[in-house]
C-alpha cells in the first residue's frame, strides 16, 4: 500500500515553456500532498503544501506564480513549472499524507521527475 | 528553518559490517522517519518511529526515538551491497502543520 505515482518522470523543455508534473496516490486518499525539490547530493527542499481544495502554501522565497500547484482531487496534484529557465532545472519530487490518518506525518514518496530546461 | 543534524554525512564500509548513524535536533519531535533513497528514485519510507524509547525493526534495519525526543538512529546490521544509498532521518515537530524536517542524509557505499 501507500503508493505514489508521477508522471513524467524526465521532461526536457525549451526555455519559455511551460511543463505539467502530475502525482498521483494510487492506494489512498491523499488530503495532504507536498512538492519538493532535490538538488544535486542534498536533501529536500519543501517548496509548497497542497491540500485538495484549498490553495497551496507555499514556503518562503518560492514563487507561486512561477510554479503552480493545484490539488483538485484526494488522489492527484499537479505541479506546473511556469516561463521555465535553465535554472530550474532540477529533481522535483512529490509526496503524499495518508488522509485515513492513522496517527500519522508519514510521507510517501512519488518516484520524482528530472526535468531538463534547455 | 528548523534542521536536523543528521551524521555521518557519508559512510564507506565493507559488506557485512554494520552500520550506525544518527539525527539530532534541537526541538523536541513527536515523530521521526527514516528514509532511503536510490540514485533518480524518490525516497522510500524505512521505519516510523512515534514514541520516546521507541525501538522498530525492519529486518537488518533498526532504529530507534530517542529518549528526550531531540534525536533517533537508524543501525543496519549486515550490510548487503543493496544498502547502498542515502538515508535521510525525518522529523515532525507540533508547531510545523504537517511539514516534516529533513536530515542532510547519510550517503552509504557498501564494499563487497
Known amino acids: 500500500g501507500a503508493v505514489v505515482s508521477q508522471h513524467p518522470s524526465r521532461v526536457i523543455c525549451k526555455s519559455g515553456t511551460s511543463v505539467k508534473i502530475e502525482c498521483r496516490s494510487l492506494d489512498f486518499q491523499a488530503t495532504t500532498m507536498f512538492w519538493y525539490r532535490q538538488f544535486p547530493k542534498k536533501s529536500l527542499m519543501l517548496m509548497a503544501t497542497?491540500?485538495?481544495?484549498?490553495?497551496?502554501?507555499?514556503e518562503q522565497g518560492v514563487e507561486k506564480d512561477k510554479f503552480l500547484i493545484n490539488h483538485a482531487s484526494l488522489t492527484l496534484s499537479t505541479l506546473t513549472v511556469t516561463s521555465a529557465h535553465p535554472e530550474d532545472s532540477s529533481f522535483y519530487i512529490c509526496?503524499?499524507?495518508?488522509?485515513?490518518?492513522?496517527?500519522?506525518?508519514?510521507?510517501?514518496f512519488g518516484p520524482g521527475t528530472r526535468l531538463t530546461v534547455t | 528553518g528548523q534542521q536536523l543534524n543528521q551524521s555521518p554525512q557519508s559512510m564507506f564500509i565493507q559488506e557485512g559490517e554494520d552500520v550506525s548513524m544518527n539525527c539530532t535536533s534541537s526541538?523536541?519531535?513527536?515523530?521521526w522517519l527514516w528514509y532511503k533513497q536510490d540514485p533518480g528514485e524518490g525516497p522510500v519510507l524505512l521505519i516510523a518511529?512515534?514514541?520516546?524509547?521507541e525501538l522498530t525493526s525492519n529486518g537488518r534495519l533498526t532504529a530507534q526515538f530517542g529518549i528526550t525526543r531531540k534525536d533517533s538512529f537508524l543501525n543496519i546490521s549486515a550490510s548487503i551491497p543493496s544498502d547502498v544509498g542515502i538515508y535521510f532521518c525525518a522529523g515532525h515537530e507540533e508547531t510545523s502543520g504537517s511539514r516534516l524536517t529533513f536530515g542532510e542524509g547519510t550517503q552509504l557505499t557498501v564494499n563487497p
Open positions: 518511529l512515534y514514541k520516546a524509547g
Open positions: 497542497s491540500n485538495e481544495g484549498s490553495k497551496a502554501t507555499y
Open positions: 526541538s523536541i519531535f513527536n515523530t
Open positions: 509526496s503524499a499524507r495518508d488522509g485515513a490518518g492513522r496517527s500519522s506525518y508519514e510521507q510517501y
